[in-house]
């Protein structure tokens, strides 16, 4: 795959601005021992070793270069279809997660009560007696599935295989629950077919680009980002939907500022344009699509007029973006977003996008979503695991049924005993995910942690979650260990390497390791039959013709392809639906209780003097994660709440002073920094998630900023999937 993409272009688009050039600089002042980023001596001794990227889970493959011995750069690998061979900033700041002085050195057993952070340091072999003690009390007294594993990240396929083997199917990951489930339920309800992620989204040959809320720029998923850029270099017409003026929005044709929370109305009076003015693919609709004429009825009531009021877009500018879509159809993309946990309606009104697309005849075709394939590399042959006698929906039964996957939330509420309930989870193994900042109403969050039998969490940081542990893990970085063979879908079936290019610091050690031996400690050691990590790779690799030796050498491959990308014209296509059709009309929605066409209903207004909490991210951080990297905190050290310029005024507020924002529950956050801008809507504030860390074993993040997670308080759950929304709170001011 060639590199189409050039360095300024990336670092325009991602907003990244100067900060992301004075990374380098950064680099420079952190360590003592950092070699100069510059043209090193021709005698410099120069190595590199293939990674996948850790910073965020958008594993994006590249090379760790080091210089004379020491840690250098990190850059991306050219043929990676996750980067196009360009890290984003975070990417490109690794080595600040590697020389983190904060980091979790040793294993920790706690010696006092929960709430208070007080720790033994421990063997390896101390901590894993402890905690297969406590694995083999719960499997005795309240049964092997009433442990849970949430994971967010590499390693933890490793800790899924142990939790397999225990008895367990209790295995979520908060990207499902509160974040990207409700997506991946509305494109499989309507083309039986999920996004899934690196996203399918042909947006490189794209002639036209319709983003709601999704705020590609800011969000800087490598792939995504370069393909944007690529679209808008070839003068694609981007539509951008968002209450702020974002990023992408400073790209676009068309900004649509709506009014938050009303993007289904806007979705279903596109959708009644496009019918109404026969602006659809008729020849795509009729050969692949089912239930036309009952949408046709459906959406009559939502003219651009009857919009106008609720989203405060013009009757003129719904029609002329319709338009525009149709005119560049079917290299039209409605971008199916990622975060898409909003407001509680979020499979429907992702599956509105996902109707519009269909009506546009985009999916499957150039510009809109390509067939993706991915590599089929086969498993390392272990043994059955028992069948758990129950799972997670044994303890909400009739809820959420169209779920695929399970809820983080819904394990959280599982584990807080409830009168009726019988089935609670008394045991969390924590892998990569800081629970206290990524599930929403913290304080719940906690009340379900004061009732577990054993909380492990395996971290590379001192991050909340471990202050709240009974044993404490320390991980090693992404750069100083393997993990399993990076296989995702693309537009090629590709395979990425990650190994470690340097040493484990302190007494950390891989995810492998810490799973293949706990698992002995608890004689399960049956599930990883292999010796070490390197004789599991091989195995793995040999079948399908490749070495870690190859691997090494190449960080990235891509195997043979057996599906085009796009439909042929004309071709005869089985969705994976019930129909085999794209389903306008959802007769399985129906059969659950569930609208089966979506429907406008309208959410709550903020009270007065009270404006919606909005959020999302920025450039130079992943979530938590990247908060107290040493390099990134240069950059970006805390975040900003945005009060538009007319409401800061009414308030006195200025930018550059540190506030206060109260919650309707009276939950008050950190001080936060003001910027007063007319980029945002009146009724609403935003902030980037992931600071107003409260740990103070985190040096740099301690106290910067506010977090939003705090704030939340009132979620919207998904009726139809369990997803939970958090858009629903409102706040105010201390000044
Ligand atoms: N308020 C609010 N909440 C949100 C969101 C939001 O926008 N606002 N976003 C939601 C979304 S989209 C998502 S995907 C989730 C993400 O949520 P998480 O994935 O939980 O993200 P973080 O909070 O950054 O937690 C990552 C944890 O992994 C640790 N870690 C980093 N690298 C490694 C490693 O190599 N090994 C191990 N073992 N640990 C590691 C970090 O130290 C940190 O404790 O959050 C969701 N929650
Ligand atoms: N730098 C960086 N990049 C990341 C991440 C990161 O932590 N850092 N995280 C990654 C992950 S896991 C995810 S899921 C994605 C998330 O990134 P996206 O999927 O792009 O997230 P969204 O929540 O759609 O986007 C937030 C935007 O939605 C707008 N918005 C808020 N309310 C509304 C509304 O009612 N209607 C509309 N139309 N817009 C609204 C906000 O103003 C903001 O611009 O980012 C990924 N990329
Ligand atoms: S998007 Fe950035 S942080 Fe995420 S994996 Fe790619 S380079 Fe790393
Ligand atoms: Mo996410």
Redesign the pocket.
């Known amino acids: 795959m060639k590199k189409t993409f050039d360095r300024r272009e990336f670092i325009k688009i991602s907003g990244m601005g100067l900060g992301g050039l004075a990374l380098g600089a950064g680099l420079l002042n952190y360590s003592e021992s950092s070699p100069s980023p510059g043209h090193p001596a021709l005698t410099a001794n120069i190595t590199r070793t293939p990674t996948y990227c850790?910073m965020c889970?958008f594993k994006c493959a590249g090379w760790v270069y080091q210089l004379d011995g020491k840690p250098w750069k990190i850059i991306g690998n050219d043929i990676d279809q996750h980067s196009y061979g360009r890290l984003c900033t975070k990417g490109s700041a690794g080595i600040g997660?590697y020389s983190d002085p904060d980091r979790l050195k040793t294993p920790l057993i706690r010696t006092e009560e929960r709430g208070k952070q007080v720790f033994k340091e421990a063997t390896w072999d101390e901590a894993f007696a402890y905690i297969a003690k406590k694995l083999r009390d719960i499997a005795e007294k309240h049964g092997p599935d009433s442990v849970a594993l949430f994971t967010?990240?590499?390693?933890g396929s490793f800790f899924k295989t142990l939790l397999k083997g225990y008895g367990s199917a209790n295995i979520t990951a908060?990207?499902y629950a509160?974040?990207?489930g409700p997506r991946e339920e509305a494109y499989l309800l309507t083309y039986g077919e999920a996004i899934n992620s690196p996203e399918r989204t042909d947006m490189k040959n794209s002639k036209c680009i319709v983003l709601l809320g999704s705020h590609i720029g800011e969000n800087t998923h490598s792939a995504q980002v370069n393909e944007f850029a690529q679209a808008i270099r070839n003068g694609a017409s981007i539509i951008t939907v968002d209450p702020r003026f974002s990023v992408a929005a400073g790209k676009s044709k068309y900004w649509l500022p709506i009014k938050p929370g009303t993007d289904m109305a806007l979705l279903l009076s596109w959708i009644h344009v496009i019918v109404e003015e026969n602006l659809y693919d008729r020849a795509y609709v009729e050969k692949y699509t089912t239930g036309f004429d009952k949408l046709k009825q459906a959406v009559k009531q939502y003219t651009p007029e009857w919009a106008y009021p609720v989203t405060s877009i013009k009757p003129e500018v719904i029609r002329e973006t319709a338009r525009e879509m149709a005119k560049h159809a079917p290299a039209t993309l409605v971008h199916p977003g990622?975060?898409v946990?909003w407001y509680g309606d979020d499979t429907q009104r992702v599956r509105a996008g996902a109707i519009l697309n269909a009506l546009l005849g985009s999916w499957g075709r150039k510009g809109g979503f390509y067939i993706p394939s991915e590599a089929e590399v086969p498993e390392y042959p272990i043994p059955h695991a028992p069948k758990p006698k129950r799972t997670w929906r044994d303890a909400m039964p009739g809820k959420f049924e169209l779920a695929n996957l399970a809820l983080s939330s819904g394990i959280c509420d599982a584990t807080i005993p409830t009168q009726g309930r019988d089935y609670n989870i008394k045991g969390w193994l924590v892998?990569?995910?800081?629970?206290i900042?990524?599930?929403?109403d913290p304080q719940k969050t906690l009340d379900a942690i004061q009732n577990l039998d054993l909380l492990v969490a395996?971290?590379?940081?001192p991050?909340e979650?471990?202050g709240w542990a009974d044993v404490v893990l320390p991980?090693c970085?992404?750069l100083e260990r393997y993990d399993d063979i990076r296989i995702s879908p693309g537009r090629e079936p590709q395979i990425a390497l990650r190994m470690p290019a340097f040493k484990p610091k302190y007494d950390s050690k891989p995810?492998w390791w810490i799973a293949k031996n706990l698992a002995k400690k608890m004689g399960l050691e049956q599930y990883f039959p292999w010796n070490d990590i390197e004789e599991y790779l091989e195995v793995r690799l040999e079948k399908v013709g490749s070495s870690l030796a190859e691997m090494q050498k190449l960080g990235v491959k891509d195997l043979p392809k057996a599906t085009p990308n796009y439909f042929a014209p004309g071709e005869d296509i089985e969705f994976g639906t019930d129909s085999g059709k794209i389903e306008l009309y959802s007769q399985t929605l129906e059969n659950y209780g569930h609208d089966p066409i979506p429907r406008f209903t309208p959410h709550e207004e903020p009270p007065d003097g009270y404006y919606r909490l909005l959020?999302?991210?920025s450039p130079s951080h992943?979530?938590?994660?990247?908060a107290n990297n040493p390099l990134l905190t240069q950059l970006v050290p805390e975040n900003e709440v945005w009060i538009n310029t007319n409401i800061a005024r009414e308030w006195g507020i200025k930018t550059g002073q540190y506030i206060k924002l109260i919650n309707e529950d009276n939950t008050s956050s950190n001080k936060v920094r003001v910027k007063v801008t007319e980029r945002v809507r009146p009724d609403i504030v935003f902030m980037v998630?992931?600071f107003g860390h409260n740990q103070k074993k985190m040096k740099r993040s301690f106290n910067k900023g506010a977090?939003?997670?705090h704030l939340?308080s009132r979620t919207k759950t998904d009726p139809i999937m369990g997803g939970v929304g958090?858009r629903g709170n409102f706040v105010t001011f201390e000044v």
Do not use: K, M, Q
């Open positions: 850790e889970t997660a967010h990240g590499s390693g908060p990207s509160n974040c990207r990622r975060h946990v892998y990569g995910t800081n629970l900042h990524t599930l929403p395996i971290d590379i940081l991050a979650i471990t991980e970085t992404y995810a959020y999302g991210r992943s979530f938590g994660r990247t998630h992931g977090s939003v997670t939340i958090i």
